[in-house]
């Protein structure tokens, strides 16, 4: 059958696919609209497939709240190139995504990929745009935390993104803190927030540094717990020199402003790193 010129631009304004893609659905589908989309979001998905052995260091971090501040998440929409993780459309379509996750509150990846969109599931729209730009699409990332008050903070382009939960609101102490998680990457929130195998790790690691020096054994022991308190100093949020003054401690800072001042949780998301 014959596909007219302006059938093909009314699903490429729909779909965003180019015009060969969409000229080929309609006639792959004998001019059924409906058809035609679901044509063009399967190719989306085999796309996907293909590209499966591809890297996709790129795309964009968001990290937003909810607007009463008492949930916050973080996504990660994963691509292949830096020219399409800056597309205006990307990083909206990213942020989109982010803000339904705040407000849906899906328990994790596969239940945020089914939450609806302008009458689409997010994964179907992800596969409809790897068919659109020809890239493997991956939301690889969902981190969320709950708490009396969540700050969040963008860093780098939306290369980082951080939340931070504490027992009360404080948004500028707050977004310092979380500007603190992005530049410093602690390892957890204090010592008592570290899991027993890195403790472990730190302190084997560090007797057979003190053993290498030549220290008599009966005093390993000692020593390696005395390196194990640094380690918490430079890993743990609660402990670390305040980036923005190093005469102080994370800690310090928060008692400075509010001695009731706790924080709760913490999340940290990098482009590129799982």
């Known amino acids: 059958m014959s596909i007219t ?3 093909v631009n009314k699903l490429r304004q729909q ?3 180019g015009m060969m893609d969409c000229k080929k659905a309609l006639e792959e589908t004998s001019g ?14 085999k796309i996907s497939d293909k590209r499966a052995d591809k890297e996709n260091k790129e795309g964009v971090v968001i990290a937003t709240t909810t607007s009463d501040y008492r949930r916050g998440v973080i996504i990660r929409l994963a691509c292949e190139t830096d020219f399409v993780a800056k597309g205006d459309d990307y990083v909206a379509f990213a942020k989109q995504i982010a803000e339904k996750a705040a407000n849906d509150k899906p328990s994790d990846i596969e239940s945020l990929k089914a939450i609806k969109l302008n009458d689409l599931t997010i994964g179907e729209m992800i596969d409809e745009l790897c068919g659109k730009i020809g890239e493997r699409i991956v939301l690889n990332s969902y981190e969320q935390i709950d708490g ?13 993104g951080v939340i931070t939960a504490a027992n009360k609101s404080s948004a500028d102490v707050l977004k310092d803190i979380c500007m603190q998680i ?5 390892l957890a929130l204090d010592e008592t927030s570290v899991d027993q195998a890195t403790i472990e790790k730190e302190l084997e690691i560090a007797k057979e540094q003190i053993r290498a020096e030549g220290k008599p054994e ?13 380690f918490y100093k430079e890993s743990t949020l609660i402990h670390q020199q ?12 928060l008692n400075e402003a509010d001695p009731e001042l706790k924080l709760t949780a913490f999340r940290r998301v990098q482009l590129g790193i799982t």
């Open 242 to 253: 305040f980036v923005k003054d190093g005469t102080k401690s994370v800690k310090d800072v």
């Open 148 to 160: 009396d008050y969540v700050a969040s903070y963008v860093h780098a382009g939306n290369k980082i």
């Open 182 to 186: 992005a530049a410093m990457s602690p």
């Open 15 to 17: 779909t965003g696919a």
């Open 32 to 45: 059924n609209f409906e058809e035609a989309i679901v044509y063009l979001r399967k190719k989306g998905a």
């Open 5 to 7: 010129a302006a059938e």
């Open 218 to 230: 009966e005093i390993v022991d000692k020593i390696a717990q005395g390196k194990l308190q640094k």
